[in-house]
């Protein structure tokens, strides 16, 4: 007689790959990662593979006086147990950075270091959703969005952009989404993968509505200071954002820092509270000459983010040259962010059937946004965070790929 298993719990489902759900209203698209997974594995063999299908800059290195200033505090011996919340030269340092990025006004307190952004999402996730609660999210999303927020055992409610939109939020529709069980609302901005940015009128809109029925709004703020400061539009200036906007942030894209994991929550102070809570119990706090080296990016270091806008600018112009009037497939630009898109339908191979061929027939790995939610299963995800070189390279081999799909 076979003896059961042991049970995993529901949330193993939860934070599962959609395509793993047997729930038939979430994305049928498959493992967002396959596509790069596979190209990763082929550059590790000794395959020359451009690689656009993460948003790092591969050939950059995180600038010397960061790293200098870890070094220097791990050979004092700042390597022990560190506040669990962020150190005060953290904390204090994310509380200036928040007030010029955003022109908001937090203590010290409201402030949270965490593992990256995505640490940050997640605890956040914790802390203000439930189960029989609601998310809403808009959709395209960043792959693991939806993990993030129902595995707190939140149902997600998508608003899906719309081609003959642009693919621009539409408000109405967004606010239309809420019901008497949202807890949040979600947005990404600039969103990864769109790169759209939200009009003043739109977030001053969506800050009303969550401040009259009792709704937070979570915003991602890791690519924000990728967006020229002038063009940003950020909702923390409008009549009872202070009670309501929950921001999270990082210097992985910012400062060249992917692998340092140096993130942060900024919230009103009964979450922030939470966020500390609930750090004791789950990481702990972090290195501390990782938060020494955090603490000394967003205090020093205002020119790195200004070199990563120009440099994207330049790249994003190249992919404009070379691939803006392709017949068969339609570039899709917002002009911010580090990605620009690809619609393939006209193709007629699925995202991830072009992204998979593109890449074994001509060593581009783009990534399908098949797993960013039912409304990216026609797109394809490009990272400008490669040299010039390697782009038009890349660019001149999708070019001739999709050519000979036609031929």
């Not at 022990?80 to 962020?86: E, I, L, P, R, T």
């Not at 702990?284 to 020093?300: D, I, K, Q, R, T």
Request: glycine share 6%.
């Amino acid at each position: 007689m076979t003896k059961p298993l042991p049970a995993l719990s529901k949330l193993a489902d939860r934070i599962a790959p959609e395509n793993h759900h047997s729930d038939a209203t979430r994305s049928p698209g498959d493992d967002a990662w396959a596509v790069h997974n596979r190209a990763i594995a082929k550059a590790r063999a000794g395959e020359s593979i451009i690689i656009l299908s993460i948003g790092q800059e591969a050939n950059e290195t995180t600038p010397e006086p960061i790293v200098q200033q870890a070094v220097d505090r791990l050979q004092a011996g700042d390597h022990h147990y560190a506040d669990v919340q962020g150190s005060p030269e953290l904390l204090d340092a994310i509380a200036r950075y928040h007030h010029r990025i955003t022109g908001q006004r937090v203590s010290a307190e409201q402030c949270t270091a965490f593992c990256g952004a995505q640490n940050g999402l997640f605890a956040v996730a914790q802390a203000v959703l439930e189960p029989g609660c609601e998310v809403v999210l808009s959709e395209p999303y960043y792959t693991t969005y939806p993990a993030c927020f129902t595995a707190s055992g939140a149902q997600a409610r998508r608003v899906a952009l719309r081609a003959e939109d642009n693919y621009q939020l539409n408000v109405d529709r967004l606010l239309a989404a809420i019901t008497p069980n949202t807890r949040a609302i979600v947005l990404n901005t600039p969103n990864n993968p769109m790169g759209e940015c939200y009009a003043a009128a739109d977030l001053s809109r969506i800050v009303q509505a969550c401040r009259d029925r009792g709704v937070w709004l979570i915003l991602d703020m890791v690519y924000a200071e990728l967006v020229d400061p002038d063009q940003l539009a950020l909702p923390h200036g409008f009549d009872g954002a202070d009670d309501v906007v929950i921001s999270v942030g990082s210097l992985s894209k910012s400062h060249r820092m992917t692998g340092w994991r140096a993130g942060w929550a900024v919230a009103p102070q009964r979450v922030a509270d939470t966020l500390k809570d609930l750090s004791l119990c789950m990481h702990y706090g972090l290195p501390p000459f990782v938060m020494s080296a955090a603490a000394h990016a967003l205090n020093n270091d205002t020119q790195t983010p200004k070199l990563i806008r120009e440099a994207l600018t330049q790249r994003r112009q190249l992919v404009n040259t070379h691939l803006a009037n392709q017949s068969g497939i339609n570039l899709i630009d917002s002009g911010q962010g580090m990605f620009v898109l690809l619609d393939v339908t006209q193709t007629g191979l699925s995202a991830k059937d072009f992204a998979m061929k593109l890449l074994d027939n001509t060593g581009v790995s783009v990534l399908p946004c098949d797993g960013f939610g039912a409304a990216g299963v026609n797109l394809i995800r490009m990272c400008l965070a490669v040299d010039s070189q390697d782009l038009v390279s890349a660019c001149n081999a999708i070019a001739a790929f999709n050519l000979s799909l036609s031929a």
